[in-house]
């Protein structure tokens, strides 16, 4: 029977043994360690186009041919829809006609006159110059019956009526005369104008009037290129609002309400970028030209890499919280990340050089203090003591120790059941003795 009894302790001694040795096997512990430990802050951002704007045309019209479709990527200066243009066309071709008369013209005044022309107006002046000399030797014969016949008539020897006739004639001899001689000064001065040739006023005129024609062209001309809606700026088609035949106006570029949509042809968004929120507390450590590392909830797998192009000037309050928004470009080379996508932002604002640091798991608190539980002992007796610590910042998993600990010692970072110190525990406790727990 004793030999039983003993023989069962034995075994209960062992088993107790052999489970103390695993459970100090599961232990987890890290080592104290110096490195140089990058420093980050993070924020929440998400993907917005750098530019955005609705695309319309200048003037009202039908949509005659859409050339791009939602998704499609477009260079500055792409042709993406044509408007209708059958009535400017048709001003165009009367602005090239007119342009053309008003050219002519210019040529002819500057030309001057030709040689047929003058010998013409030479013709002209001679053929007035011998209708004047008719003109004149009629009213002199007119004149001279006149006289002839008044001293008769007052005699009684001729009658009235004969004297009268010949007044009349007299009258028209001179009427006559009148009317040759403004001719024949008429033909002296388009002489005098052939020979002289075009005044510097009228080829003023003239090339005015090529001027006048040539700006009515370019107006037709710069209304029918205006029907060719081209990209603003390389981007994407993000939407589009119009189909061929529809009628759009142009609209504000900016605006996205329903109303400014509607009669558009497209919206357009350039390539993209990243606006995070960060605290005003972390704002002072936020630089121009900071690298960032990216990671979209779409893509958990991948990050991706930006640089900070702007800060804030203002800041916006939240919820009773002080942020200050800032934009980084986005190095995306696939196309991967797009517009209204969520992400994780962290800005690698520095580098601590030569730190002690622990991982922050291993921390706990015990009498309202912070620490950490350090291995202390031999390897036939190992033992633990709760060490508190002052600790600094926290980068990632890493908490960086500025005093309570030295390089080498060994934190734990997971407790076997009944190996956590109660409050009021002793400093020095057996791993493995009385169940303990840390607050």
């Known amino acids: 029977?004793?030999?039983?009894?003993?023989?069962?302790?034995?075994?209960?001694?062992?088993?107790?043994?052999?489970?103390?040795?695993?459970?100090?096997?599961?232990?987890?512990?890290?080592?104290?360690?110096?490195?140089?430990?990058?420093?980050?802050?993070?924020?929440?951002?998400?993907?917005?186009?750098?530019?955005?704007?609705?695309?319309?045309?200048?003037?009202?019209?039908?949509?005659?041919?859409?050339?791009?479709?939602?998704?499609?990527?477009?260079?500055?200066?792409?042709?993406?829809?044509?408007?209708?243009?059958?009535?400017?066309?048709?001003?165009?071709?009367?602005?090239?006609?007119?342009?053309?008369?008003?050219?002519?013209?210019?040529?002819?005044?500057?030309?001057?006159?030709?040689?047929?022309?003058?010998?013409?107006?030479?013709a002209d002046v001679k053929s007035n110059q011998a209708q004047f000399v008719q003109a004149q030797s009629r009213l002199d014969l007119s004149s001279l019956r006149v006289r002839r016949l008044r001293t008769p008539t007052e005699e009684g020897a001729v009658s009235r009526d004969t004297l009268d006739e010949a007044l009349t004639e007299q009258r028209n001899a001179k009427d006559n005369l009148e009317q040759v001689k403004a001719s024949l000064i008429a033909a002296q001065q388009a002489l005098a104008k052939l020979k002289n040739g075009s005044r510097p006023e009228?080829?003023?005129?003239?090339?005015?009037?090529?001027?006048?024609?040539?700006?009515?062209?370019?107006?037709?001309?710069?209304?029918?290129?205006?029907?060719i809606i081209r990209a603003p700026f390389t981007g994407v088609v993000t939407r589009k609002f119009a189909d061929p035949g529809a009628f759009v106006t142009p609209t504000t570029a900016g605006s996205s309400v329903s109303s400014a949509t509607s009669s558009s042809i497209l919206a357009l968004g350039s390539q993209n970028l990243v606006t995070a929120k960060v605290a005003e507390t972390n704002i002072s450590q936020i630089k121009v030209g900071q690298t960032v590392t990216i990671q979209a909830d779409a893509y958990p797998d991948k990050k991706f890499i930006g640089k900070v192009t702007q800060v804030a000037a203002q800041s916006t309050v939240d919820q009773n919280v002080t942020n200050f928004e800032v934009k980084m470009s986005l190095y995306d080379p696939g196309n991967l990340l797009r517009a209204g996508m969520n992400v994780n932002v962290d800005f690698n604002v520095g580098k601590l050089d030569n730190t002690l640091v622990i991982p922050t798991v291993a921390i706990v608190r015990q009498d309202n203090t912070s620490g950490v539980m350090v291995f202390t002992g031999n390897e036939n007796r190992k033992q633990s003591e709760f060490r508190p610590i002052t600790t600094g910042v926290s980068v990632g998993q890493k908490t960086v120790v500025r005093s309570g600990l030295r390089e080498g010692e060994q934190v734990m970072l997971s407790f076997p059941p009944g190996a956590r110190p109660q409050l009021n525990s002793s400093p020095m406790m057996p791993f493995g003795g009385p169940s303990r727990r840390l607050r």
């Open 1 to 122: 029977m004793g030999f039983l009894l003993g023989g069962g302790y034995l075994g209960v001694r062992q088993f107790m043994m052999a489970q103390r040795q695993e459970l100090q096997r599961r232990i987890q512990t890290a080592v104290v360690e110096r490195t140089n430990l990058p420093v980050t802050i993070s924020a929440n951002g998400t993907v917005q186009p750098e530019r955005s704007t609705n695309v319309s045309p200048k003037t009202s019209g039908v949509l005659k041919k859409l050339l791009v479709k939602e998704g499609d990527r477009v260079q500055e200066g792409q042709a993406l829809a044509y408007m209708d243009d059958l009535n400017l066309r048709g001003q165009l071709t009367q602005a090239k006609g007119e342009l053309e008369n008003a050219q002519a013209n210019l040529r002819l005044v500057l030309a001057g006159s030709r040689l047929e022309d003058i010998a013409k107006g030479q």
């Open 202 to 227: 009228e080829i003023d005129q003239a090339r005015a009037q090529v001027t006048t024609s040539q700006g009515s062209l370019q107006t037709i001309q710069t209304q029918i290129n205006d029907t």
